[in-house]
């Protein structure tokens, strides 16, 4: 333990990265049952294609089980779309039970950005429990960055 | 280590002047004078933020003669740390999976040829 080990933010996890491959195809390794089954979950995992079941409306669920291939052990996992903008934005909630085996995955809220960088595609994900007071921060962020583009757009316009 | 138990360790650390008082404790132990000087304000007020790290296990304080003195725990700081990189362990591993699942794919398929 030195001084830099001090968490320096809340419990909102961030994680970006950029894939080699267009948005459209993307979003649907999100959003179809047999393509999320093939990547979802931390090594030593698997997801059974027959498990994931996804309504893609606000209010759908997003669900799969994890099972643990050394141990068989499964760890479902019941989402449900709070907001679903395609084929750019997904926010879901994940809606814990003791049957999870997961605990602390309980009532996690997921806002997922897919941006458009032509043969790439950047996703930006954003675990937190986003309590209102960071929702509020959230938006307030946003707002201030739209202000800040609709200037040097009219600016540039001069 | 549960979720409830670690809300009360997030909810402390997510004010920047309880941080800077955890950043000053791992000097070593300080009252609430010393620990007051750095900051603009009052030590009741400074006094009201050792009492929410008390709360959340981060620091305990010991009287010694008529000053009491904070020092900081570890353990509750390092499970949120453990807390965070576990969930960015998740993610990671996942993403390296959709990476290679999208390369996977676009391989197999004349559209990924084609573009």
Same mark, same amino acid.
């Given at each position: 333990?030195?001084?830099?080990?001090?968490?320096?933010?809340?419990?909102?996890?961030?994680?970006?990265?950029?894939?080699?491959?267009?948005?459209?195809?993307?979003?649907?390794?999100?959003?179809?049952?047999?393509?999320?089954?093939?990547?979802?979950?931390?090594?030593?995992?698997?997801?059974?294609?027959?498990?994931?079941?996804?309504?893609?409306?606000?209010?759908?669920?997003?669900?799969?089980?994890?099972? +643990?291939?050394?141990? %068989?052990?499964?760890?479902?996992?019941?989402?449900?779309?709070?907001?679903?903008?395609?084929?750019?934005?997904? +926010?879901?909630?994940?809606?814990?039970?003791?049957?999870? /085996?997961?605990?602390?995955?309980?009532?996690?809220?997921?806002?997922? +950005?897919?941006?458009?960088?032509?043969?790439?595609?950047?996703?930006?994900?954003?675990? /937190?429990?986003?309590?209102?007071?960071?929702?509020?921060?959230?938006?307030? %962020?946003?707002?201030?960055?739209?202000?800040?583009?609709?200037?040097?757009?009219?600016?540039?316009?001069? | 280590? *549960? *979720?409830? *138990?670690?809300?009360?360790?997030?909810?402390?650390?997510?004010?920047? #002047?309880?941080?800077? @008082?955890?950043?000053? &404790? *791992?000097?070593?132990?300080?009252?609430?004078?010393?620990?007051?000087?750095?900051?603009?304000?009052?030590?009741?007020? @400074?006094?009201?933020?050792?009492?929410? &790290?008390?709360?959340?296990? &981060? @620091?305990?304080?010991?009287?010694?003669? #008529?000053?009491?003195?904070?020092?900081?725990?570890?353990?509750?700081?390092?499970?949120? #740390?453990?807390?965070?990189?576990?969930?960015?362990?998740?993610?990671?591993?996942?993403?390296?999976?959709?990476?290679?699942?999208?390369?996977?794919?676009?391989?197999?398929?004349?559209?990924?040829?084609?573009?």
């Amino acid at each position: 333990m030195t001084d830099t080990d001090i968490p320096v933010d809340d419990r909102d996890v961030y994680i970006t990265r950029s894939f080699h491959a267009p948005r459209e195809l993307v979003w649907r390794f999100w959003t179809e049952p047999d393509r999320l089954a093939s990547w979802f979950g931390p090594d030593g995992f698997s997801v059974p294609t027959e498990s994931v079941s996804i309504t893609l409306v606000e209010g759908g669920e997003w669900n799969l089980t994890m099972v +643990e291939d050394a141990t %068989g052990i499964t760890s479902p996992l019941h989402t449900r779309f709070v907001t679903v903008r395609e084929p750019e934005y997904l +926010e879901m909630v994940i809606a814990g039970g003791d049957s999870n /085996g997961l605990g602390e995955l309980a009532e996690l809220r997921l806002r997922v +950005e897919f941006h458009d960088h032509g043969e790439k595609t950047r996703v930006t994900l954003h675990q /937190g429990p986003f309590t209102d007071e960071q929702k509020t921060a959230t938006a307030t %962020g946003w707002e201030m960055s739209f202000v800040a583009l609709d200037a040097i757009l009219e600016g540039g316009l001069q | 280590m *549960t *979720t409830d *138990t670690l809300s009360p360790v997030f909810a402390a650390l997510a004010d920047p #002047t309880r941080r800077a @008082i955890l950043q000053r &404790l *791992t000097d070593g132990d300080a009252n609430v004078a010393e620990l007051a000087e750095p900051f603009s304000m009052s030590q009741p007020a @400074i006094s009201k933020h050792l009492r929410v &790290l008390e709360g959340a296990g &981060l @620091i305990s304080r010991n009287r010694v003669a #008529t000053a009491r003195y904070s020092h900081l725990e570890a353990d509750p700081l390092r499970e949120a #740390t453990e807390y965070m990189e576990k969930y960015k362990r998740f993610w990671n591993g996942s993403f390296d999976r959709l990476a290679q699942a999208l390369a996977d794919y676009q391989d197999q398929n004349s559209e990924g040829a084609e573009k």
